[in-house]
């Protein structure tokens, strides 16, 4: 028969059990992990050390990937000093301007009509960099002002 309620969470005394239990809750958390990534297209990455220091690792795309994308997210992001941020949103901003500028200033010199393909090209790359470069500074903007999908949030209310 099931148990009913809430079930205390505490370390498991006993060495076998206790691996049993890793590994039963290893599989189910991996199971998650792949569910995540197939019906919510999402990217997942899941490190996960045994008690004896054994590797377990699933990704749903290159892990180092993943990982290389935290890092560029977390280093952006996640600034603990207010100035450094305003710091940094203002040297994105400056940026962004002067590639802005630099758009301006080809589109006054240059008639797309009459322009080759290098030069196309050049300002599909200008204008394809300044595009990622808002889109990136507008997902930051939402999550460090308490936008959607923050990872805290979700945290939080799992803790209650």
């Not at 690792?57 to 280093?75: K, L, M, N, P, V």
């Not at 603990?80 to 962004?96: C, F, I, Y």
């Not at 999550?143 to 999908?149: F, K, T």
Request: with cysteine; hydrophobic share 30%.
């Amino acid at each position: 028969m099931a148990r009913r309620g809430r079930v205390e969470l505490r370390r498991i005394e006993d060495k076998a059990s206790r691996q049993v239990r890793f590994s039963k809750r290893r599989s189910g958390l991996f199971k998650k992990a792949f569910e995540l990534a197939l019906l919510c297209d999402a990217e997942v990455a899941l490190l996960v050390f045994s008690p004896a220091g054994k590797l377990y690792e699933y990704s749903s795309t290159s892990i180092e990937d993943t990982y290389d994308r935290y890092q560029r997210f977390a280093g952006t992001g996640r600034n603990v000093n207010e100035g450094d941020r305003n710091n940094n949103d203002d040297a994105a901003a400056s940026d962004l301007q002067s590639r802005l500028k630099e758009i301006a200033t080809w589109s006054e010199q240059n008639n797309a009509n009459e322009s080759d393909a290098s030069e196309l090209e050049k300002l599909e790359k200008l204008l394809t960099n300044a595009l990622r470069d808002t889109k990136t500074k507008k997902m930051l903007s939402k999550q460090n002002n308490g936008g959607e999908g923050g990872s805290t949030s979700s945290q939080n209310r799992r803790q209650d």
